[in-house]
């Protein structure tokens, strides 16, 4: 198991640089991010009241410029994480088939004889997809509720609670996925295991009038699978749909707060919207890590 750990360690660890352009990317992806809150803020604040074509103009001409920069960057970032994926599988990919090729030598295929393969594929496919992404967005939260902080306190206050109600949820999720997420695993290599001790002894099965109890021993432990694969998937959803509701009733209920303000004179009509975007963004990478959270397990 040390030895195993060490290589994985020294697979990930030789993808260093790209996961360092990816930290950079991401700063400046984050940045970017601050567009639409800005924009609204110039609009409302400055070319309504004073109702200059000419500025509205370039504000509009400076966003796309911004969000074009915004969008290359994205996916440049996903592409190194998507080849980072691939750099561990040819890192890691023959070590995997020879410990798949030895096992039955050694008598260690009590299971599915596949799962070391299948592991590999779940770590690529998890590295190449949202889920990095999410987490390399998510040391930029606290500069957004700065920001919150400083279109005011108030707005910055409900910023900050929003972060901490889907920090809990993120540990919530995180404890709550975690055991049922390993009991998956054991009951999907009884299940495969079965399945691959039926393909080999299939003679042997149909000789002894064996087949209908077989499948019946290799059903039970489908169901035992899909049950709790569906416990994992219940869990993950529950937690991910109810942080995205919150987030959504959080922004409305900044958008409320930003009105009061105005009404009050105590902040200037764009904060009412721009308030409302840049907390909606401070919050979305925690959410999309919860809604990541079963792949990062």
């Not at 299948?118 to 930029?140: E, I, K, V, Y």
């Not at 079965?194 to 299939?202: K, M, S």
């Not at 922004?251 to 409320?256: F, M, R, T």
Request: net charge positive.
């Amino acid at each position: 198991m040390r030895r195993s750990l060490n290589e994985i360690t020294s697979a990930i660890a030789s993808c260093r640089t790209a996961f360092i352009g990816v930290a950079v990317m991401s700063g400046l992806v984050n940045i970017l991010y601050l567009t639409g809150s800005f924009f609204m803020l110039e609009v409302y604040d400055r070319v309504i009241p004073s109702r200059s074509v000419p500025t509205l103009v370039g504000l509009v001409i400076l966003a796309l410029v911004l969000y074009g920069f915004q969008g290359i960057l994205e996916t440049i970032r996903s592409r190194i994480l998507a080849r980072v994926g691939a750099a561990l599988d040819e890192a890691l990919s023959a070590r995997v088939f020879d410990i798949v090729v030895r096992a039955p030598l050694k008598g260690a295929t009590p299971g599915d004889g596949l799962l070391p393969l299948r592991d590999l594929d779940q770590l690529r496919a998890f590295l190449g997809g949202t889920g990095p992404s999410a987490f390399f967005d998510l040391p930029w939260m606290p500069i957004y509720v700065f920001i919150c902080f400083l279109f005011h306190p108030l707005i910055g206050v409900a910023a900050l609670v929003g972060a901490a109600v889907l920090a809990v949820l993120a540990l919530t999720t995180d404890r709550s996925t975690r055991g049922p997420s390993q009991t998956a695993t054991a009951h999907g290599m009884r299940r495969n295991g079965l399945a691959e001790a039926g393909r080999r002894n299939a003679e042997v099965l149909a000789a002894m009038g064996m087949q209908t109890r077989f499948a019946e021993r290799w059903g039970s432990a489908n169901r035992d699978y899909m049950q709790s694969q569906m416990n994992v998937s219940d869990v993950a959803s529950g937690f991910g749909a109810g942080s995205k509701v919150f987030r959504m009733a959080l922004q409305s209920g900044v958008l409320a707060l930003g009105a009061w303000l105005v009404i009050n004179n105590l902040a200037s009509a764009g904060v009412i919207i721009a308030s409302s975007i840049l907390v909606a963004r401070a919050l979305a990478p925690a959410e999309l890590a919860i809604a990541n959270w079963k792949g990062f397990v």
